[in-house]
T-cell receptor
Framework: AQSVAQPEDQVNVAEGNPLTVKCTYS??????LFWYVQYPNRGLQFLLK??????LVKGSYGFEAEFNKSQTSFHLKKPSALVSDSALYFC??????FGSGTRLQVQP | ETGVTQTPRHLVMGMTNKKSLKCEQH?????MYWYKQSAKKPLELMFV???????ENNSVPSRFSPECPNSSHLFLHLHTLQPEDSALYLC???????????FGQGTRLTVV
């Protein structure tokens, strides 16, 4: 079975502050984990993925994610949020299923 | 641009109409997907094609009918839809089912 959970419907953060969007996973075997971002009225864009190797994965637009096997988590992070980061973020174990999404709102 | 193109971008149709959504990719990907995105359910997988063969049908009503004539094109044929079918329909492709997916910009469908 492959599933992920995004426990927060919305995350609010001030511009310049660090941001975290949470994702926990439940997968059998080796986890393949992805983060995507969706801007209004657009399709999803791939941000980063974890397949194997380093637990800290770097992706597009300054985002990174930390794979934590003991906590079964794959949280998305950015050291300094921008207003333009405001969007809908999805965690996914593969292309077949997606988390429920977390809306990130960055306030100026 | 992701390399996945969907047409039309917007579609308004009556409940008795028949229309088709088109998706095209020239990325050489072997897997293609249809998703429905609505306010009630953020992202629902509808159909999966792998090497032009349908490998997943996620209990989708028969008023939605997919077609994959070749590895670059995917269609979603619509007929006798209901107002609750109004949503953003997204197409995606990937090299294989366990790699990242590339999404089109979607078709905003309104059923009146």
């Amino acid at each position: 079975a492959q599933s992920v959970a995004q426990p927060e419907d919305q995350v609010n953060v001030a511009e310049g502050n660090p941001l975290t969007v949470k994702c926990t996973y439940s997968v059998s075997g080796n986890p393949y984990l992805f983060w995507y971002v969706q801007y209004p009225n657009r399709g999803l864009q791939f941000l980063l993925k974890y397949i194997t190797g380093d637990n800290l994965v770097k992706g597009s637009y300054g985002f990174e994610a930390e794979f934590n096997k003991s906590q079964t988590s794959f949280h998305l992070k950015k050291p300094s949020a921008l207003v333009s980061d405001s969007a809908l973020y999805f965690c996914a174990p593969r292309a077949l299923t997606f988390g429920s999404g977390t809306r990130l709102q960055v306030q100026p | 641009e992701t390399g996945v193109t969907q047409t039309p971008r917007h579609l308004v149709m009556g409940m008795t109409n028949k229309k088709s959504l088109k998706c095209e990719q020239h990325l050489g990907h072997n897997a293609m997907y249809w998703y429905k995105q609505s306010a009630k359910k953020p992202l629902e997988l509808m159909f999966v094609y792998n090497f032009k063969e349908q490998t997943e049908n996620n209990s989708v009503p028969s008023r939605f009918s997919p077609e994959c004539p070749n590895s670059s094109h995917l269609f979603l044929h619509l007929h006798t839809l209901q107002p609750e079918d109004s949503a953003l329909y997204l197409c995606a492709s990937s090299p294989s089912w366990d790699t990242e997916a590339f999404f089109g910009q979607g078709t905003r469908l309104t059923v009146v």
